[in-house]
Nanobody
């Protein structure tokens, strides 16, 4: 339905900032919700931020509230995750995901981009 490609990951120092990008292609007209997930080794996948594709309703996981911000450019089919005041515990593989249905699970996923925050 939708193909997603993440970019922007890398190694940053604690306290620094990083902006992740997600390019969506395919049947983007069917996108209902967008989100960023992350998963660290040995830990469960965690939804970091989510947003409606249409409108500006957003939600954030408690550990990133006030530090991360999800945004989008609908005309360019782009999704972003601005990450500020990064902490070592933010280290993980970050995934972009899209839900193509009114209800249900996120069903389109990118391959992920590594974010490493050094202390």
């Amino acid at each position: 339905q939708v193909q997603l490609v993440e970019s922007g990951g890398g190694l940053v120092q604690a306290g620094g900032s990083l902006r992740l990008s997600c390019a969506a292609s395919g049947r983007t007209s069917g996108i209902v919700r967008i989100a960023w997930f992350r998963q660290a080794p040995g830990k469960e996948r965690e939804r970091v931020a989510a947003s409606t594709w249409t409108g500006e309703l957003t939600a954030y996981a408690d550990p990133v509230k006030g530090r991360f911000a999800i945004s989008k450019d609908n005309a360019k089919n782009m999704v972003y995750l601005q990450m500020n005041s990064l902490k070592p515990e933010d280290t993980a593989v970050y995934f972009c995901a899209v839900r193509n249905n009114i209800v249900g699970d996120y069903d389109s996923w990118g391959q992920g981009t590594q974010v490493t925050v050094s202390s």
